[in-house]
Nanobody
């Protein structure tokens, strides 16, 4: 069983930056494809970014391309999401997810493990 714990959320002004983190338990983090999803009030959960376990390939939602960067540190069992040029529409609960040996999907159903989420609020 894998446990994921997100941190680093908070309140930031539009145009600002924030980095959120997700720490995974266990010794097989390097074999997990990791992703970030988000859910705004009254909306469905949506894909944000993913990074694969084997070659570190990344993919992003169109809405965050050029502003967000996903990265991983296997030595620390941690995945990060650096968010720049934040907009009020980025306000959501951000969840990290893990897919063992995954190919880097944007579909939430592909991910077996989920964190509890961290709130990011962007004020205008």
């Amino acid at each position: 069983q894998v446990q994921l714990v997100e941190s680093g959320g908070g309140l930031v002004q539009a145009g600002g930056s924030l980095r959120i983190s997700c720490v995974a338990s266990g010794r097989t983090f390097s074999s997990y494809t990791m992703a970030w999803f988000r859910q705004a009030p009254g909306k469905e959960r949506e894909f944000v970014a993913t990074i694969t376990w084997n070659d570190g390939n990344t993919d992003y939602a169109d809405s965050v391309k050029g502003r967000f960067t996903i990265a991983r540190d296997n030595a620390k069992n941690t995945v990060y999401l650096q968010m720049n040029s934040l907009k009020p529409e980025d306000t959501a609960v951000y969840y990290c997810a893990a897919d063992p040996l995954g190919g880097g999907s944007s579909w939430s159903d592909e991910y077996d493990y989920w964190g509890q989420g961290t709130q990011v609020t962007v004020s205008s």
